[in-house]
């Protein structure tokens, strides 16, 4: 029988699919320690205290994490480390959290709009910040991503269009955040390629009824919707990049689908120029100096 506990931090687990996949995961045998980033923590504190599960089998500590301030998740990664003991590993980050709002705010203290602090920047900063302790756990990295990503034909558009009061839709914005996240996540594939670390993108499929959707405002034709799914099934396919162990062999086809299967090249291939790559996929050391942070 499993019984030593693993640890997950999360971003994105007070409401919709991320908080439905945590429920799924605190009724399992296996006991979890969850550590939650949340904008409003008595609100998300109050939903976890309404489902059942075993308190003496699992924890759930919830923490502030307002990702479109990058400062915010800074003091959010020291407070996860703080919670940890030397020993004590993170076996996955989940980075689950996204809006699908357009350009219109910019992120706090960043040259970018806010939906791309959010959806890609702060949570790529978030996993510089947990570097050495992802390292040390060979911890399991699953970065929610979209089909959306198959929207955007020509990335050279991301500069002008993740500025701050670009006119693009709100669908555009999404899908290019989405873009930008799926380049980060293959750069960390790289970068943490001999570090124990697994890298894992997946997509929940298309769930309507999520926050999500209710942010983009906008009516689903009939023939997209015949390929609905729940938010239970959207959660479980999340949770499926937990634990998937069939790696196909070309080590860029990390994209798992709603359908359980690996994306083949040619459907994630404005994802795999590494030049793309590494342009949106700033250090550590950038991203402070452009958001003023300090030491
Ligand atoms: N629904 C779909 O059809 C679909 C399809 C493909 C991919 N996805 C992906 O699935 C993931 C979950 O989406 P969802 O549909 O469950 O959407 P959702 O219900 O809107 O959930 C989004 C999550 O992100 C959090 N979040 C948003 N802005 C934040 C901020 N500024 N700071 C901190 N946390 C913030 C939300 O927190 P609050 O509770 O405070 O709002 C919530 O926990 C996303 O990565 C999305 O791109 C969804």
């Not at 947990?130 to 959306?148: E, T, Y």
């Amino acid at each position: 029988m499993t019984s030593i506990v693993k640890t997950v931090v999360a971003t994105g687990a007070t409401s919709g699919l991320g908080f439905e996949a945590i429920k799924q995961l605190l009724g399992q045998q296996q006991p979890y320690k969850f550590i939650l980033g949340a904008r409003d923590v008595a609100t998300t504190q109050a939903a976890y205290s309404k489902v059942e599960f075993d308190k003496n089998q699992h924890s759930v500590a919830v923490l502030p994490l307002e990702l479109s301030d990058l400062k915010g998740v800074k003091s959010f990664a020291a407070q996860v480390l703080g919670r940890l003991g030397q020993a004590e590993k993170i076996d996955y980050l989940m980075l689950n959290a996204a809006t699908a709002y357009g350009a219109e705010q910019p992120g706090v203290g960043s040259k970018w709009c806010q939906s791309y602090v959010i959806n890609h920047l702060s949570q790529h900063y978030l996993t510089h910040l947990l570097r050495a302790k992802l390292v040390a756990s060979s911890s399991r990295i699953v970065f929610v991503s979209s089909g959306a990503i198959r929207m955007v034909k020509d990335p050279s558009t991301l500069d002008t269009d993740l500025k701050p009061g670009s006119s693009v839709t709100p669908h555009t914005i999404y899908a290019d955040t989405k873009l930008t996240a799926l380049l980060g996540t293959h750069w960390w594939r790289r970068e943490l390629a001999d570090s124990g670390c697994t890298v894992v993108a997946v997509s929940p499929g298309l769930i309507p009824g999520t926050g999500l959707s209710r942010g983009m405002n906008v009516t689903m034709p009939p023939e997209m919707l015949k390929d609905a799914k729940s938010v239970a099934e959207g959660a479980s396919s999340i949770l499926a990049a937990f634990t998937r162990t069939d790696f196909p062999d070309d080590p860029d086809r990390i994209f798992l689908t709603s359908w359980g299967e690996w994306w083949g090249r040619e459907e994630i291939a404005v994802s795999l120029d590494r030049a793309l790559q590494d342009k949106w996929s700033p250090s550590k050391e950038e991203i402070e100096r452009e958001a003023g942070i300090g030491a």
